[in-house]
């Protein structure tokens, strides 16, 4: 590949450009495998803590505890991160 030639899978114009592109992408891949691990664990804790609540007579939501993850989130990632906690919260509670 010359460096008038881009690679069509990772857009660089240099090999070695294009197999770093290709290591970094790999860790991305693994990372977002990872994420999506503990998105998955972090529902199931997070429903079988909500269906161990109300079973003993409890609430369904603690909504002091929701604000605690909105606001650690938002603190570690900014705006983006109090999306990121909603969601998260919802795919352990479902929608409300």
């Not at 450009?17 to 998105?39: F, T, V």
């Given at each position: 590949?010359?460096?008038?030639?881009?690679?069509?899978?990772?857009?660089?114009?240099?090999?070695?450009?294009?197999?770093?592109?290709?290591?970094?992408?790999?860790?991305?891949?693994?990372?977002?495998?990872?994420?999506?691990?503990?998105?998955?664990?972090?529902?199931?804790?997070?429903?079988?803590?909500?269906?161990?609540?109300?079973?003993?007579?409890?609430?369904?939501?603690?909504?002091?505890?929701?604000?605690?993850?909105?606001?650690?989130?938002?603190?570690?990632?900014?705006?983006?991160?109090?999306?990121?906690?909603?969601?998260?919260l919802r795919a352990g509670r479902g929608p409300l």
């Amino acid at each position: 590949m010359t460096a008038d030639v881009v690679d069509q899978t990772t857009g660089a114009g240099e090999p070695l450009a294009a197999d770093e592109i290709r290591a970094m992408r790999e860790r991305i891949d693994e990372i977002d495998q990872a994420i999506i691990d503990l998105w998955l664990e972090r529902a199931r804790l997070s429903q079988a803590v909500g269906k161990t609540r109300m079973a003993s007579g409890g609430t369904r939501l603690v909504l002091s505890r929701e604000r605690e993850i909105v606001d650690r989130f938002r603190a570690a990632l900014g705006p983006d991160g109090t999306q990121i906690a909603l969601m998260i919260l919802r795919a352990g509670r479902g929608p409300l």
